[in-house]
């Protein structure tokens, strides 16, 4: 049968933009569909822009900071719209520079969104288009409960295009999008609140990880408060207090803020795709793929974020890299999630890279752990009390490193590294041998002594 193109994408975000652009250079004719901006949720509304905001919201902690290095404070005054609107200007650049990228490769750009008609047939604004493959690659978006008011809260789409700065705000949730709201709100002087209803934030990292990273928010400005959950909002009388919006917590005390930010996961993006015209199975909301990425429609692929794997940009782009090796040699995959490293932009922020303590108990392993805890050598001027974390897993059967993990400055770069060492398999032998850069945080992962191991 003759088709319009041998690869139809749905999603033009990390993971559609590569496999397409690659599919292309391979002698593919593609053609790649998009409802919103070029460069999917982390150029637009993720990664890149939070991490902008992250930059700008740390100087709110080092203008403090700087006194005791002889800077003068005086006269410090932040401006949102500016902050905003560069941050604007530079996503619109890269927007470009996405376009670019599938244009000098010969990829067809749909602006529209897509739906199926079969498995070989999509829809967009009305017309159709056919492929010998299509490639699902819609991402995720944000989850908010189906609560009292829940109209009143933004999501973290919301949260780079605001009028205003807030004066007050709540954030609701604990994980990695959470804190880092949290941080950045914090960091720009607004009142925040964090409000997590269970025992603490950052579930699934390790525990240590997340009780230490917990008291530094803490110490940073934010309210942290656990254990809480909302019941419903309402807004406020306007003659009152103009535009705020009323919480009622479920413990019955109630609250005002200005701006409330649900920040409590996100779900794949399959709506309004018409997966059953294709006969293509969800399983428990996402969409069911083998190891090959191939869906129960043999023409159909998916990854990224739409099949819940791994969440991660840079794990989009590798199923891509991945499917590509399937269709052009042939050879079945088997994508390696293990050792993902992992970096949460809170303030502090996080590196994270292998197993924690509580996977290694879950899976028997014999091992050791090794931990440290200090103030970095900056603070000793800057009068902050903030304190740094660094622990390190070893396997007692064969000396090898399965699991660093570090909360503090620079905490994101640093784990990169270890992430090459334990993905090549290296021991404590190997680190132990390893000279230290000094001083800095990262030679402690490379000093750890006997009397840094953890009673178990």
Known sequence: MSYQYDLFVIGAGSGGVRASRIAASKGYKVAVAEASALGGTCVNIGCVPKKLFVYGSEYGHGFSEAEGFGWSKQDVKFDWPTLRDNKTKEIERLNGIYQNMLNNAGVEIINGFAKFIDAHTVEVNGKTYSAEKILVAVGAKPYIPAIEGADLAVSSNDMFYLDTLPKKALVVGGGYIAVEFAGILNGL????????????????????????????????GVDLRLNTDIQSMRLADTDQINGARIVTFKDGHEENFDLILYATGRVPYTDGLNLEAAGIELEKGAIKVNQNFETSAKSVFALGDVINRVQLTPVAIGEAMALIQFWFEGTSQDYDYDNIPTAVFSQPPI???GLSEQEAQARGLDFRVYQGEFRAMKHTLSGSTSRCLTKMLVNNENDKVIGCHMVGEYAGEIIQGLGIAIKAGATKADFDATVGVHPSTAEEFVTFSEGSLKKR
């Open 189 to 220: 002087g607004v009142d925040t609140s964090l409000a997590y209803r269970g025992e603490q934030v950052l579930r699934g990292f390790d525990q240590d990880v997340r009780d230490f990273a917990s008291n530094e928010y803490v110490k940073s």
């Open 351 to 353: 590196g994270t890279v």
